[in-house]
């Protein structure tokens, strides 16, 4: 396959995850809840749009605030406006959730809102010899994340744009 139709591509996909978010995201509001993290992928022989959604403030380490009857609520509010419009010419399914204890952490909010709680965070790229880092986020500045790791040792600045995949950990003290 020739590179810039891989390009075309991501360049749709990316295109197409960002008007879905548009449109998800003002729903989502009506039912006072954050957009915490929209997917749409291929699985098996069919395409599933994820969105993980939490009620505004709520701390995950007590309750999301998101119960079956709110994810059902914001379920079919979102899809009748996906079907009216014909938005998505593929076959999938549309999943509505909480994003439960260990949220991901997906914007630079997410880590100001959650200072001196415990992450995971998985990088691109090999920082000081490693892709995997757990700890308590320490700092946050507009181009990267300051984690404490767990001996209180070791300090590593993670910038925003190596992290790969990050989220909260459980932490029994909390509770």
Same mark, same amino acid.
């Given at each position: 396959?020739?590179?810039?139709?891989?390009?075309?591509?991501?360049?749709?996909?990316?295109?197409?995850?960002?008007?879905?978010?548009?449109?998800?995201?003002?729903?989502?509001?009506?039912?006072?809840?954050?957009?915490?993290?929209?997917?749409?992928?291929?699985?098996?022989?069919?395409?599933?749009?994820?969105?993980?959604?939490?009620? #505004?403030?709520? *701390?995950?380490?007590?309750?999301? +605030?998101?119960? %079956? /009857?709110?994810? !059902?609520?914001?379920?079919?509010?979102?899809?009748?406006?996906?079907?009216?419009?014909?938005?998505?010419?593929?076959?999938?399914?549309?999943?509505?959730?909480?994003?439960?204890?260990?949220?991901?952490?997906? #914007?630079?909010? *997410?880590?100001?809102?959650?200072? +001196?709680?415990? %992450? /995971?965070?998985? !990088?691109?790229?090999?920082?000081?010899?490693?892709?995997?880092?757990?700890?308590?986020?320490?700092?946050?500045?507009?181009?990267?994340?300051?984690?404490?790791?767990?001996?209180?040792?070791?300090?590593?600045?993670?910038?925003? *744009?190596?992290?790969?995949?990050?989220?909260?950990?459980?932490?029994?003290?909390?509770?």
């Amino acid at each position: 396959m020739d590179p810039g139709r891989w390009t075309r591509l991501f360049y749709f996909f990316t295109m197409e995850i960002e008007q879905l978010k548009a449109l998800a995201e003002p729903i989502v509001k009506e039912f006072d809840c954050d957009l915490v993290l929209l997917t749409f992928q291929k699985e098996k022989s069919d395409w599933v749009l994820r969105l993980m959604i939490e009620k #505004c403030g709520s *701390d995950p380490m007590v309750d999301s +605030g998101v119960d %079956v /009857k709110l994810c !059902t609520a914001v379920s079919r509010k979102f899809d009748e406006l996906l079907e009216a419009d014909n938005l998505i010419d593929k076959n999938y399914t549309l999943e509505v959730s909480s994003p439960g204890i260990e949220r991901p952490l997906t #914007c630079k909010k *997410d880590y100001e809102r959650f200072l +001196g709680r415990k %992450v /995971k965070i998985r !990088t691109r790229e090999i920082i000081n010899g490693k892709k995997r880092f757990t700890g308590t986020i320490e700092n946050v500045d507009d181009l990267a994340v300051k984690v404490k790791s767990d001996s209180g040792k070791d300090v590593m600045i993670i910038q925003f *744009d190596t992290i790969s995949k990050a989220n909260l950990l459980y932490d029994p003290k909390r509770l």
